[in-house]
Protein backbone atom coordinates (compact mmCIF):
# COMPACT_ATOMS: atom_id res chain seq x y z
CA UNK A 1 0.00 0.00 0.00
CA UNK A 2 2.95 2.50 0.90
CA UNK A 3 4.64 1.76 -2.66
CA UNK A 4 1.24 2.49 -4.15
CA UNK A 5 0.71 5.28 -2.67
CA UNK A 6 4.45 6.55 -3.31
CA UNK A 7 3.99 5.45 -6.98
CA UNK A 8 0.66 7.58 -7.83
CA UNK A 9 1.96 10.77 -5.69
CA UNK A 10 5.24 10.60 -8.05
CA UNK A 11 3.35 10.02 -11.06
CA UNK A 12 0.58 12.68 -9.90
CA UNK A 13 3.51 15.37 -9.00
CA UNK A 14 5.55 14.56 -12.39
CA UNK A 15 2.30 15.27 -14.04
CA UNK A 16 1.49 18.79 -12.21
CA UNK A 17 5.34 19.67 -13.18
CA UNK A 18 4.60 19.00 -16.80
CA UNK A 19 1.63 20.83 -16.66
CA UNK A 20 3.45 23.78 -14.98
CA UNK A 21 5.79 23.98 -17.35
CA UNK A 22 3.38 23.72 -20.33
CA UNK A 23 1.54 26.64 -18.86
CA UNK A 24 4.29 28.37 -18.36
CA UNK A 25 5.61 28.19 -22.10
CA UNK A 26 2.27 29.02 -23.61
CA UNK A 27 2.13 32.41 -21.13
CA UNK A 28 5.51 33.12 -22.55
CA UNK A 29 4.46 32.45 -26.36
CA UNK A 30 1.08 34.73 -25.48
CA UNK A 31 3.38 37.71 -23.78
CA UNK A 32 5.65 37.64 -26.90
CA UNK A 33 2.84 37.60 -29.28
CA UNK A 34 0.85 40.66 -27.35
CA UNK A 35 4.19 42.35 -27.39
CA UNK A 36 4.66 41.83 -31.11
CA UNK A 37 1.42 42.98 -31.83
CA UNK A 38 1.43 45.78 -30.16
CA UNK A 39 4.40 46.53 -31.52
CA UNK A 40 2.53 46.20 -34.93
CA UNK A 41 -0.05 48.68 -33.67
CA UNK A 42 2.20 51.56 -33.16
CA UNK A 43 4.21 50.76 -35.96
CA UNK A 44 0.91 51.26 -38.47
CA UNK A 45 -0.25 53.77 -36.08
CA UNK A 46 2.96 55.93 -36.86
CA UNK A 47 3.39 55.30 -40.47
CA UNK A 48 -0.71 56.26 -41.15
CA UNK A 49 -0.42 59.59 -38.93
CA UNK A 50 3.12 60.87 -40.37
CA UNK A 51 1.49 60.92 -43.92
CA UNK A 52 -1.54 62.01 -43.06
CA UNK A 53 -0.14 64.81 -40.37
CA UNK A 54 2.17 65.84 -43.73
CA UNK A 55 -0.44 66.10 -46.29
CA UNK A 56 -2.66 67.77 -43.92
CA UNK A 57 0.33 70.46 -43.09
CA UNK A 58 0.41 70.82 -47.46
CA UNK A 59 -2.83 71.34 -47.81
CA UNK A 60 -3.15 74.19 -45.12
CA UNK A 61 -0.44 76.05 -46.20
CA UNK A 62 -1.44 75.80 -50.03
CA UNK A 63 -5.12 77.05 -48.84
CA UNK A 64 -3.83 79.91 -46.59
CA UNK A 65 -1.23 81.32 -48.32
CA UNK A 66 -0.06 82.41 -52.05
CA UNK A 67 2.12 80.63 -53.82
CA UNK A 68 3.97 80.82 -57.06
CA UNK A 69 3.06 77.53 -59.35
CA UNK A 70 6.57 76.61 -58.81
CA UNK A 71 6.37 76.02 -54.49
CA UNK A 72 2.56 75.23 -55.58
CA UNK A 73 3.68 71.98 -57.69
CA UNK A 74 6.45 71.39 -55.20
CA UNK A 75 3.14 70.86 -52.33
CA UNK A 76 1.42 68.38 -54.08
CA UNK A 77 4.21 66.40 -54.92
CA UNK A 78 4.77 66.52 -51.20
CA UNK A 79 1.18 65.34 -51.26
CA UNK A 80 1.54 62.56 -54.23
CA UNK A 81 4.20 60.88 -52.16
CA UNK A 82 2.96 60.99 -48.79
CA UNK A 83 -0.46 59.07 -50.82
CA UNK A 84 2.25 56.76 -52.26
CA UNK A 85 3.52 55.83 -48.72
CA UNK A 86 -0.49 55.36 -47.40
CA UNK A 87 -1.04 53.19 -50.51
CA UNK A 88 2.25 50.60 -49.85
CA UNK A 89 0.63 50.31 -46.42
CA UNK A 90 -2.47 49.61 -47.03
CA UNK A 91 -1.11 47.01 -50.10
CA UNK A 92 0.99 45.58 -47.09
CA UNK A 93 -1.11 45.15 -44.73
CA UNK A 94 -3.61 43.54 -47.51
CA UNK A 95 -1.32 41.13 -48.79
CA UNK A 96 -0.39 39.79 -45.19
CA UNK A 97 -4.22 38.98 -45.08
CA UNK A 98 -4.42 37.10 -48.08
CA UNK A 99 -1.36 34.90 -47.28
CA UNK A 100 -3.88 31.96 -46.22
CA UNK A 101 -5.76 32.25 -49.66
CA UNK A 102 -4.71 29.37 -52.05
CA UNK A 103 -4.02 30.36 -55.72
CA UNK A 104 -6.46 29.38 -57.75
CA UNK A 105 -5.51 27.05 -60.77
CA UNK A 106 -6.17 29.79 -63.81
CA UNK A 107 -3.80 31.79 -61.36
CA UNK A 108 -0.70 29.88 -62.00
CA UNK A 109 1.64 30.57 -64.91
CA UNK A 110 5.13 30.34 -65.87
CA UNK A 111 6.62 33.83 -64.66
CA UNK A 112 10.13 34.96 -66.62
CA UNK A 113 12.01 35.78 -63.45
CA UNK A 114 14.74 38.45 -65.25
CA UNK A 115 11.88 40.33 -66.47
CA UNK A 116 10.28 40.39 -62.94
CA UNK A 117 13.30 40.81 -61.31
CA UNK A 118 13.82 43.89 -62.72
CA UNK A 119 10.29 45.70 -62.35
CA UNK A 120 10.38 45.16 -58.47
CA UNK A 121 13.68 46.80 -58.64
CA UNK A 122 12.61 50.12 -60.37
CA UNK A 123 9.64 49.63 -58.20
CA UNK A 124 11.31 49.65 -55.69
CA UNK A 125 14.08 52.68 -56.11
CA UNK A 126 10.99 54.91 -57.21
CA UNK A 127 9.85 54.29 -53.37
CA UNK A 128 12.78 55.60 -52.24
CA UNK A 129 13.60 58.39 -55.09
CA UNK A 130 17.60 56.39 -54.98
CA UNK A 131 19.17 55.92 -58.62
CA UNK A 132 18.12 52.61 -61.02
CA UNK A 133 21.90 51.76 -60.60
CA UNK A 134 21.09 51.18 -56.74
CA UNK A 135 20.18 47.31 -57.32
CA UNK A 136 22.58 46.06 -59.56
CA UNK A 137 20.99 42.89 -61.62
CA UNK A 138 22.84 39.87 -62.74
CA UNK A 139 19.92 37.06 -63.41
CA UNK A 140 19.81 34.01 -65.46
CA UNK A 141 17.62 33.69 -68.33
CA UNK A 142 15.17 30.88 -66.32
CA UNK A 143 11.33 30.97 -65.09
CA UNK A 144 9.29 29.77 -61.98
CA UNK A 145 5.57 28.52 -62.33
CA UNK A 146 3.65 30.19 -59.97
CA UNK A 147 1.27 33.01 -59.41
CA UNK A 148 3.00 36.18 -60.23
CA UNK A 149 1.64 38.10 -57.17
CA UNK A 150 3.43 35.71 -55.20
CA UNK A 151 6.53 36.11 -57.11
CA UNK A 152 6.34 39.81 -56.68
CA UNK A 153 5.65 40.17 -53.30
CA UNK A 154 8.42 37.57 -52.30
CA UNK A 155 11.13 39.83 -54.03
CA UNK A 156 9.71 43.12 -53.83
CA UNK A 157 9.67 42.94 -50.09
CA UNK A 158 13.45 41.89 -49.90
CA UNK A 159 14.49 44.23 -52.63
CA UNK A 160 12.88 47.14 -50.51
CA UNK A 161 14.42 45.29 -47.08
CA UNK A 162 18.24 45.53 -48.11
CA UNK A 163 17.47 49.31 -49.73
CA UNK A 164 15.64 50.54 -46.57
CA UNK A 165 18.20 48.77 -44.31
CA UNK A 166 21.24 49.35 -47.04
CA UNK A 167 24.17 51.92 -46.43
CA UNK A 168 24.02 56.00 -46.38
CA UNK A 169 25.10 55.19 -50.30
CA UNK A 170 22.84 51.76 -50.90
CA UNK A 171 24.04 48.72 -52.87
CA UNK A 172 21.90 46.18 -53.44
CA UNK A 173 23.00 43.21 -55.69
CA UNK A 174 20.33 40.41 -56.88
CA UNK A 175 21.94 37.55 -58.27
CA UNK A 176 19.89 35.13 -59.70
CA UNK A 177 20.79 31.24 -61.01
CA UNK A 178 19.56 27.50 -62.24
CA UNK A 179 21.44 24.99 -60.71
CA UNK A 180 22.17 21.54 -62.15
CA UNK A 181 19.33 20.02 -59.47
CA UNK A 182 16.30 22.29 -61.47
CA UNK A 183 16.29 25.29 -58.28
CA UNK A 184 16.23 28.58 -58.62
CA UNK A 185 18.37 30.43 -55.84
CA UNK A 186 18.27 34.13 -56.11
CA UNK A 187 20.87 36.31 -53.71
CA UNK A 188 19.48 39.39 -52.44
CA UNK A 189 22.79 41.48 -50.93
CA UNK A 190 22.80 45.25 -49.32
CA UNK A 191 25.84 46.98 -47.69
CA UNK A 192 23.97 47.32 -44.74
CA UNK A 193 25.02 46.83 -40.91
CA UNK A 194 23.82 43.46 -41.29
CA UNK A 195 21.83 41.07 -38.96
CA UNK A 196 23.21 39.17 -35.78
CA UNK A 197 23.24 35.51 -35.84
CA UNK A 198 20.88 35.03 -32.64
CA UNK A 199 17.99 37.13 -34.41
CA UNK A 200 18.17 35.89 -37.79
CA UNK A 201 15.44 33.20 -37.00
CA UNK A 202 13.32 35.55 -35.46
CA UNK A 203 12.62 38.26 -38.27
CA UNK A 204 10.91 36.01 -40.53
CA UNK A 205 7.79 35.87 -37.65
CA UNK A 206 4.71 37.73 -38.16
CA UNK A 207 4.94 41.45 -36.69
CA UNK A 208 8.01 41.05 -35.67
CA UNK A 209 10.73 44.25 -35.94
CA UNK A 210 14.30 44.43 -34.07
CA UNK A 211 14.42 46.70 -31.37
CA UNK A 212 11.51 49.10 -29.96
CA UNK A 213 9.13 50.92 -32.37
CA UNK A 214 9.06 54.31 -31.31
CA UNK A 215 13.13 54.20 -31.34
CA UNK A 216 13.07 52.88 -35.06
CA UNK A 217 14.76 55.06 -37.74
CA UNK A 218 12.96 53.05 -40.29
CA UNK A 219 9.03 52.55 -41.82
CA UNK A 220 7.83 49.55 -41.53
CA UNK A 221 5.04 47.05 -40.00
CA UNK A 222 7.20 43.76 -39.09
CA UNK A 223 5.34 41.73 -42.08
CA UNK A 224 7.59 42.07 -44.95
CA UNK A 225 9.86 39.29 -44.11
CA UNK A 226 6.89 37.23 -42.74
CA UNK A 227 5.17 37.56 -46.03
CA UNK A 228 8.09 36.34 -47.81
CA UNK A 229 8.91 32.74 -45.79
CA UNK A 230 5.16 32.40 -45.90
CA UNK A 231 4.97 32.48 -49.54
CA UNK A 232 8.56 31.17 -50.46
CA UNK A 233 7.59 27.66 -48.03
CA UNK A 234 3.80 27.63 -50.04
CA UNK A 235 5.60 27.30 -53.26
CA UNK A 236 7.93 24.85 -51.97
CA UNK A 237 11.25 26.82 -51.56
CA UNK A 238 13.73 27.53 -48.35
CA UNK A 239 14.69 31.07 -47.33
CA UNK A 240 17.79 31.92 -45.26
CA UNK A 241 19.98 35.06 -44.26
CA UNK A 242 23.89 34.91 -44.65
CA UNK A 243 26.45 37.30 -43.88
CA UNK A 244 28.54 39.22 -46.85
CA UNK A 245 31.13 37.19 -48.47
CA UNK A 246 33.82 40.51 -48.26
CA UNK A 247 32.21 43.26 -46.37
CA UNK A 248 29.44 44.68 -44.10
CA UNK A 249 25.76 43.38 -44.76
CA UNK A 250 23.01 40.68 -45.66
CA UNK A 251 22.52 38.31 -48.10
CA UNK A 252 19.12 36.66 -47.87
CA UNK A 253 19.29 33.47 -50.42
CA UNK A 254 15.91 32.06 -51.91
CA UNK A 255 15.71 28.99 -53.52
CA UNK A 256 12.51 28.08 -55.86
CA UNK A 257 11.87 24.73 -57.66
CA UNK A 258 12.04 25.88 -61.43
CA UNK A 259 9.03 23.62 -61.81
CA UNK A 260 6.01 23.50 -60.16
CA UNK A 261 4.16 21.17 -61.76
CA UNK A 262 4.58 17.66 -63.81
CA UNK A 263 6.54 17.81 -66.83
CA UNK A 264 3.02 16.84 -68.60
CA UNK A 265 1.72 20.31 -67.80
CA UNK A 266 4.36 22.41 -67.85
CA UNK A 267 4.25 25.09 -71.09
CA UNK A 268 7.51 26.04 -72.73
CA UNK A 269 8.20 29.10 -70.88
CA UNK A 270 9.41 32.72 -71.90
CA UNK A 271 12.12 34.01 -70.98
CA UNK A 272 13.76 37.67 -71.02
CA UNK A 273 17.36 38.66 -71.13
CA UNK A 274 19.36 40.25 -67.60
CA UNK A 275 18.51 44.19 -67.76
CA UNK A 276 21.06 46.15 -66.35
CA UNK A 277 20.23 49.09 -65.06
Not at 99 to 118: I, K, R, S, Y
Not at 191 to 218: A, Q
Request: net charge positive; proline share 5%; glycine share 8%.
Amino acid sequence: MHWTLLTVGTAFIALLLVGVVMYLGLSIKTINLNRRQSNFIDSVTHELKSPITSMKLCLQTLSRRQLSQEEQAGFYQFILEDLDRLDRLINHVLEAGRLDTAPADGEVEDVAMAGLLDQCANTVCLWYRVPPHTVRLDVSPCSVRARRIDLEMIFRNLIDNAVKYAAAEPRVEVVLRLDSNGKVLARIGDNGKGIPHKLRRRIFGRFVRLGLELEREKPGTGLGLHIVRTLVRRLGGHVRVRDQEAGPGAVFEVELPARLVSAQEIQPAKTDQPTEP
